[in-house]
């Protein structure tokens, strides 16, 4: 068969994707043509640019590592003002874009195989930045994939570390000396020097974030990189202490930069070693953290995460009041659907829950100042600042969190028809089904959330009732239809 030179191009083509994708899949490095300027041997200082300019020793720190030499990178958001004179050897790298520039591409600034954060104020030693390397390299086949070294005289604490991505939290684990047999380092207390390959950080997400160190540690535990300490330091320069003002101003800008990390990196909760929590969303001054529910499935689920644990915070906190205020207010309730269901078999709120579900005794309405107002169809902001209202859906009620925050519990009015407890507004949802008032005869305590609510009286049964057999054990996010456990 005759084959014509447009097939054979076309089959040329073909073979050298294939061998592309080869190369790619068995993590060799493409061919020189496919990628952009080769790395050379060395390593490149990053300098992140100080905020705080009484405190700021910049031009000391890139005057040091400069006359090593090496290549310096100051990093910052925007042009440091008043303007500074850098020193030969020394480049400014900006990371904010302006509409009428290039975009802004950092990876192409640094043309080492090796890259160092350095923190301001640091000096430099002739040779340590190669030993580091050396320890990077002899350590590759143990998964070490960051080498630090201390500043100062003082040496850094180790901290375990461990970031949950589907349950928005990282974890600290309480820290050692750095030094010390056997520690496991995915953090650091204290100011290091961090080394690592060019292309693991810019393989990051979030390459050159600010703060740079916990932005560094954060991303490497999700991918279970280790990191190995040095003992030898670098030297701290002398700088005299800061005015109040300053130590305010400092800590302010640092607090705040944090925080936005944290919301660039979805991190919603720190677990301290102490046992304290660190919050990021879900304050009655903010809105929810997520959207309207579309198909009984949050947006959170479909990237595969769960339910803030802020979101769930505020979600304990609202039905821990309702809860109370029914109870002091006579009104009979109980802990329905999905609600239960957590109930039954964790004690608390499934994990990608978005809401809290009661039902209520619909003539015991009025015995509660809120629920009338809002069955009155006034919505109504009580002592607390939660948010009672009727339901635009149908005929039951909403509290929220608080007018601005809309995370709320449900309350569903039952009635007597016979002996059968019914409603009468349906969603469609599994749980929309009437029951024999039995259930709640007597009703009996169940715990939930940190504290004690109602519950029908034979709580596996009612819910085999409402969503079939095996509901307790067998878990299912709320639509499989839409996404699957």
């Known amino acids: ?39 050379v041997p060395g390593v490149t200082v990053v300098l992140f640019a100080a905020e705080s300019s009484e405190d700021a020793d910049t031009l000391g720190t890139s005057r040091s590592f400069a006359a090593l030499p090496v290549p310096v990178l100051l990093v910052a958001e925007v042009a440091p003002y008043p303007p500074i004179s850098l020193p030969v050897g020394v480049s400014l790298l900006r990371l904010r874009p302006a509409p ?18 350095v923190p301001d104020g640091a000096r430099a030693v002739p040779g340590l930045l190669e030993r580091m390397r050396d320890v990077l390299e002899d350590g590759a086949g143990d998964g070490i ?43 650091l207390d204290g100011p290091s020097v961090l080394l690592l390959r060019t292309r693991d950080l810019f393989s990051l997400p979030f390459p050159l974030v600010r703060p740079a160190p916990t932005a560094l540690f954060i991303q490497a535990s999700l991918r279970r990189w280790r990191l190995r300490v040095l003992p030898a330091p670098f030297p701290a320069s002398l700088r005299p202490p800061l005015s109040p003002h300053e130590r305010w101003k400092t800590s302010h800008l640092a607090q705040n930069r944090h925080r936005r990390l944290m ?45 803030p644990p802020c979101c769930l915070r505020a979600l304990r906190e609202t039905a821990r009041h309702v809860v109370a205020t029914l109870e002091g207010s006579g009104v009979r309730y109980w802990l329905e659907g999905g609600t239960l269901l957590g109930a039954v078999r964790l004690g608390d709120i499934i994990p990608w829950d978005y809401d809290v579900d009661l039902g209520i005794y619909r003539e015991d309405v009025g015995k509660c100042r809120w629920l009338a107002a809002a069955a009155a169809g006034t919505p109504v902001e009580d002592d607390e600042g ?60 169940v715990p939930f959330g940190g504290f004690t609510a109602m519950g029908p009286n034979s709580p596996r049964e009612f819910l085999e009732l409402k969503f079939g057999a095996g509901a307790v054990e067998n878990p299912e996010y709320p639509n499989p239809g839409v996404r699957r456990l």
């Open 1 to 39: 068969m005759r084959v014509r030179p447009s097939q054979a191009a076309i089959a040329g083509g073909v073979a050298l994707n294939l061998i592309l994708l080869l190369y790619w899949r068995w993590g060799a490095s493409p061919p020189a043509s496919c990628r952009g300027p080769r790395a």
């Open 100 to 117: 009428e520039g290039p975009p802004i591409r950092p990876e192409l600034h640094v043309r080492t195989r090796h890259v160092a954060f």
């Open 145 to 187: 994939r960051v080498v630090a070294a201390p500043v100062g005289m003082e040496s850094p604490r180790c901290r375990e570390m461990r970031v949950d991505a589907r349950g928005w939290t990282v974890w600290y684990g309480p820290s050692v000396p750095a030094g010390s047999p056997g520690a496991v380092c995915g953090a």
């Open 263 to 307: 919301d660039e990196l979805g991190v919603k909760r720190e677990a301290l070693a102490d046992g304290a929590d660190r919050w990021y969303g879900c304050t009655k001054a903010t809105p929810r953290c997520f959207g309207t529910v579309h198909a009984r499935t949050p947006q959170y689920l479909l990237s595969g995460r769960w339910t």
């Open 386 to 445: 939660f948010y009672w209202e009727k339901a635009p859906e149908g005929e039951f009620y909403r509290v929220h969190f608080s007018r601005a925050n809309r995370l709320h519990v449900d309350l569903w009015p039952f009635y007597l028809r016979g002996d059968t407890m019914t409603k009468d507004t349906w969603l469609g949802h599994p749980q929309d089904v009437e029951f024999p008032e039995r259930f709640l005869r007597p009703r009996v305590p």
